[in-house]
């Protein structure tokens, strides 16, 4: 592709050069010697223009063999008598050699300024396509925020509406009204629901705040009991805590480490029959804390055993309603493994479920405690 | 007082408050809670967070400027930080939307209590709570007759949750209560001493009846 026109130009300045000569040759007698060199310069610096550096080297070199053989007095032969000549000849090389330098200096700038600007093209393509990308991301990230903030907002402008009706419920309540305690029941559901879809928005948008610190487990299965008295059938719940001996000591997040309990004996009532138990209870082993919920549920298969934990998950049979989303243990795992803890299945021998959460434990210097 | 925008709540709140009060007023926004609270001086306002003149926080700590009684507050918040905020700017307590009326009352009614003994009780007389006794001026705690022998730490720990009964106490406001101005370790240790105190004072330490555990916030004494 580029040897045809480079050719081309060669063969047209190569023509030029012949007529120009033929031209002058016939003139030669009769013209001023002084436009001769001029003539030819025009024509090292075409050829140099349009077919680069070395036809016009080439042409240089030709025109000064022409001038010199043809135009030059003796006629027809390479002799230079007349210093005058010389300088001439000498003169017209070096402008000639020199114009086409510079001509093919300007030439590969232009080139070199054409290829950074397709350079530049490309790049900005790139970079355009890159923006479109980034632009894209950001979108759907900017649209998974969206989600989590409607999912907070919602659940969180939903709770004045719902205090409104469990208010009016209880008011209701009090003049013996039979459907205001079944409407009471429904809002805690809903409210439960609504509950969960906050969580579900916290976990995904990782905002869970944790402050890992000293605490006993008697505070917190405490807490947990106290938390569940609003729950039916928590009259369930038994804690298995030895008192008299040493208290058990870890280092965990109070709030969290109550909601995964909370979870578990959540969940636990749901697969506790009624005149059951449902047992809380904990202990030390080596660097753990572990805190377990055992029930006399039907028990998990081995098969589902891990997907208990992924949300949204029912167990095979389970009643669907019960008002939960399906993510408390999901979000009770989250809520161990956040604090370098663990929550697992087992089954428990004699039929159930037990859950155990293990903590890092922590061993409490009666000196450090600051009593005189 | 009743301090909400939302009609169904205000009137749902005052039939429930008939219960302990003879006479309740009302507000709908923070502006008129402010002016009613110093023009009325109502024994105690029930303050919700939401309203829609200004913010919550502003409205308690503008009733405080002038105020003593006890402020409970309605929240839709959830999160412990804005519990622990809020007992520091000065309420006395708060419930969580959606809230029982049961609940609430049984708030308001301690608050009530809190507020009168605090004006009668002679210091020097017994504080007696349950099966406990406690004599500020002897530093002595029995249970059911029988002393009960508490570290330094400990009773200035249960003295200040006692002194202010049915009100939650923030980590923070027990810590200055108990080691004053000083900082560092023994701080830490404040969740052992509860539970040192817990095993001296309650009859099942996992499910305390006097010293109550409000998670990620404080502890509060519970007058049974």
Same mark, same amino acid.
């Given at each position: 592709?580029?040897?045809?026109?480079?050719?081309?130009?060669?063969?047209?300045?190569?023509?030029?050069?012949?007529?120009?000569?033929?031209?002058?040759?016939?003139?030669?007698?009769?013209?001023?010697?002084?436009?001769?060199?001029?003539?030819?310069?025009?024509?090292?610096?075409?050829?140099?223009?349009?077919?680069?550096?070395?036809?016009?080297?080439?042409?240089?070199?030709?025109?000064?063999?022409?001038?010199?053989?043809?135009?030059?007095?003796?006629?027809?032969?390479?002799?230079?008598?007349?210093?005058?000549?010389?300088?001439?000849?000498?003169?017209?090389?070096?402008?000639?050699?020199?114009?086409?330098?510079?001509?093919?200096?300007?030439?590969?700038?232009?080139?070199?300024?054409?290829?950074?600007?397709?350079?530049?093209?490309?790049?900005?393509?790139?970079?355009?396509?890159?923006?479109?990308?980034?632009?894209?991301?950001?979108?759907?990230?900017?649209?998974?925020?969206?989600?989590?903030?409607?999912?907070?907002?919602?659940?969180?402008?939903?709770?004045?509406?719902?205090?409104?009706?469990?208010?009016?419920?209880?008011?209701?309540?009090?003049?013996?009204?039979?459907?205001?305690?079944?409407?009471?029941?429904?809002?805690?559901?809903?409210?439960?629901?609504?509950?969960?879809?906050?969580?579900?928005?916290?976990?995904?948008?990782?905002?869970?705040?944790?402050?890992?610190?000293?605490?006993?487990?008697?505070?917190?299965?405490?807490?947990?009991?106290?938390?569940?008295?609003?729950?039916?059938?928590?009259?369930?719940?038994?804690?298995?805590?030895?008192?008299?001996?040493?208290?058990?000591?870890?280092?965990?997040?109070?709030?969290?480490?109550?909601?995964?309990?909370?979870?578990?004996?959540?969940?636990?009532?749901?697969?506790?029959?009624?005149?059951?138990?449902?047992?809380?209870?904990?202990?030390?082993?080596?660097?753990?804390?572990?805190?377990?919920?055992?029930?006399?549920?039907?028990?998990?298969?081995?098969?589902?055993?891990?997907?208990?934990?992924?949300?949204?998950?029912?167990?095979?049979?389970?009643?669907?309603?019960?008002?939960?989303?399906?993510?408390?243990?999901?979000?009770?795992?989250?809520?161990?493994?956040?604090?370098?803890?663990?929550?697992?299945?087992?089954?428990?021998?004699?039929?159930?479920?037990?859950?155990?959460?293990?903590?890092?434990?922590?061993?409490?210097?009666?000196?450090?405690?600051?009593?005189? | 007082?009743?301090?909400?925008?939302?009609?169904?709540?205000?009137? =749902?709140?005052?039939? &429930?408050?008939?219960?302990? %009060?003879?006479?309740? /007023?009302? +507000?709908?926004?923070? @502006?008129?809670?402010?002016?009613?609270?110093?023009?009325?001086?109502?024994?105690?306002?029930?303050?919700?967070?939401?309203?829609?003149?200004?913010?919550?926080?502003?409205?308690?700590?503008?009733?405080?400027?002038?105020?003593?009684?006890?402020?409970?507050?309605?929240?839709?918040?959830?999160?412990?930080?804005?519990?622990?905020?809020?007992?520091?700017?000065?309420?006395?307590?708060?419930?969580?939307?959606?809230?029982?009326?049961?609940?609430?009352? =049984?708030?308001?009614? &301690?608050?009530?209590?809190? %507020?009168?003994?605090? /004006?009668? +009780?002679?210091?020097? @007389?017994?504080?007696?709570?349950?099966?406990?006794?406690?004599?500020?001026?002897?530093?002595?705690?029995?249970?059911?007759?029988?002393?009960?022998?508490?570290?330094?730490?400990?009773?200035?720990?249960?003295?200040?949750?006692?002194?202010?009964?049915?009100?939650?106490?923030?980590?923070?406001?027990?810590?200055?209560?108990?080691?004053?101005?000083?900082?560092?370790?023994?701080?830490?240790?404040?969740?052992?001493?509860?539970?040192?105190?817990?095993?001296?004072?309650?009859?099942?330490?996992?499910?305390?009846?006097?010293?109550?555990?409000?998670?990620?916030?404080?502890?509060?004494?519970?007058?049974?």
């Amino acid at each position: 592709m580029t040897m045809a026109p480079q050719r081309r130009h060669w063969i047209t300045w190569g023509l030029v050069l012949v007529a120009v000569t033929l031209v002058l040759v016939n003139i030669r007698a009769a013209s001023e010697q002084t436009y001769v060199p001029l003539t030819y310069l025009l024509v090292v610096l075409g050829g140099s223009a349009s077919g680069g550096r070395r036809l016009g080297l080439a042409l240089s070199v030709a025109s000064f063999v022409i001038i010199d053989y043809y135009l030059q007095t003796p006629y027809d032969h390479l002799t230079i008598t007349k210093s005058v000549d010389f300088v001439t000849l000498a003169a017209f090389l070096v402008t000639a050699v020199v114009a086409s330098e510079l001509l093919a200096a300007a030439k590969r700038d232009r080139d070199s300024a054409v290829r950074d600007a397709e350079e530049v093209k490309r790049l900005a393509a790139d970079h355009e396509a890159l923006a479109r990308e980034t632009e894209h991301v950001r979108a759907l990230r900017e649209g998974d925020r969206m989600k989590d903030f409607v999912l907070a907002s919602v659940s969180h402008d939903l709770r004045t509406p719902l205090t409104a009706i469990k208010a009016m419920a209880q008011d209701e309540a009090r003049t013996g009204s039979s459907r205001a305690l079944e409407i009471e029941e429904q809002v805690d559901r809903l409210t439960r629901m609504v509950a969960d879809l906050l969580d579900l928005s916290r976990l995904r948008a990782g905002k869970w705040a944790f402050s890992p610190e000293l605490n006993s487990a008697e505070d917190v299965v405490g807490a947990a009991i106290r938390q569940c008295t609003a729950l039916e059938r928590s009259e369930l719940i038994v804690a298995r805590l030895d008192e008299t001996a040493p208290a058990l000591y870890g280092t965990f997040d109070f709030v969290q480490t109550l909601r995964i309990l909370v979870n578990l004996l959540e969940n636990g009532l749901r697969f506790t029959p009624t005149g059951g138990s449902l047992e809380l209870a904990a202990r030390r082993d080596g660097p753990h804390l572990v805190f377990s919920v055992s029930d006399r549920g039907p028990g998990i298969t081995e098969g589902e055993r891990e997907r208990v934990f992924e949300a949204f998950y029912r167990p095979q049979g389970s009643i669907a309603d019960l008002g939960r989303a399906g993510i408390g243990l999901a979000i009770a795992r989250s809520l161990a493994t956040a604090q370098q803890g663990m929550l697992s299945h087992h089954a428990r021998d004699g039929g159930g479920s037990v859950f155990e959460l293990r903590l890092p434990a922590a061993d409490v210097d009666p000196a450090d405690l600051g009593e005189g | 007082m009743v301090v909400d925008d939302e009609f169904q709540i205000r009137r =749902a709140l005052k039939n &429930a408050l008939r219960e302990v %009060a003879e006479r309740v /007023l009302e +507000a709908g926004s923070g @502006a008129e809670g402010i002016d009613l609270a110093a023009t009325h001086h109502p024994d105690l306002v029930v303050l919700d967070l939401g309203l829609p003149d200004m913010a919550g926080a502003e409205v308690c700590r503008e009733i405080r400027r002038f105020a003593s009684m006890p402020i409970v507050v309605l929240s839709a918040r959830h999160s412990e930080e804005d519990k622990v905020s809020l007992l520091s700017l000065g309420a006395d307590d708060y419930v969580t939307k959606p809230f029982s009326t049961v609940e609430l009352l =049984a708030r308001v009614k &301690a608050q009530l209590r809190r %507020a009168r003994t605090q /004006l009668i +009780a002679p210091t020097e @007389a017994p504080i007696v709570a349950g099966d406990l006794t406690f004599e500020v001026g002897r530093r002595s705690v029995t249970k059911s007759g029988e002393p009960v022998r508490l570290t330094p730490i400990e009773w200035n720990i249960v003295l200040a949750l006692v002194m202010h009964a049915g009100r939650t106490l923030t980590h923070q406001q027990l810590f200055d209560a108990v080691w004053g101005r000083e900082f560092g370790d023994p701080q830490r240790y404040l969740r052992v001493h509860i539970t040192n105190l817990r095993r001296k004072i309650e009859t099942s330490p996992s499910s305390p009846k006097y010293v109550v555990t409000e998670p990620g916030v404080g502890y509060r004494f519970e007058m049974p």
